[in-house]
């Protein structure tokens, strides 16, 4: 195939790719251009850097996946009571770890300064966490 037709094929693709509308025109990025603009106006103008809030912050995400697992962990529990398939002694050994697992909890929510509200975390169709 010589240049001529090389370029020619060439110039066939560019075209038929803007027909196609694979390559757009700048007016078709004004919704977008709008949507990231409402986007920006909701984020924070600043980013806080205080190295206790990483702390406290990073301890929120920590119980908040803790108090997830411990509840699963719960429901599972109490399913396998209802069923019957767990021993007197097993129940009272599930009973004293999800108790000292609470106490735990409470104290590292009062060592980082958190309340229960902050552990709350929106599960979607099934509600919220706490």
Sequence with gaps: MDTASSRVMCQ????SLTRGRLLSDPGDLDGLTE????VSDA???HIDVDPEGVEQ????????????????MEHQAMRRVE????SDEE????GETFLKLG???????????LENEDLNLNLGPLGDLM
């Design 83 to 86: 069923a019957g398939s767990l």
């Design 43 to 45: 984020l924070p103008g």
């Design 35 to 38: 949507e990231a603009d409402s």
């Design 57 to 72: 912050g990073l301890a929120r995400l920590v119980l908040i996946v803790i108090e997830l697992v411990r509840r699963l």
């Design 91 to 94: 129940i009272e050994r599930l």
């Design 103 to 113: 106490n735990r909890m409470d104290e590292l929510k009062t060592a980082f300064g």
């Design 12 to 15: 066939r693709d560019e075209d």
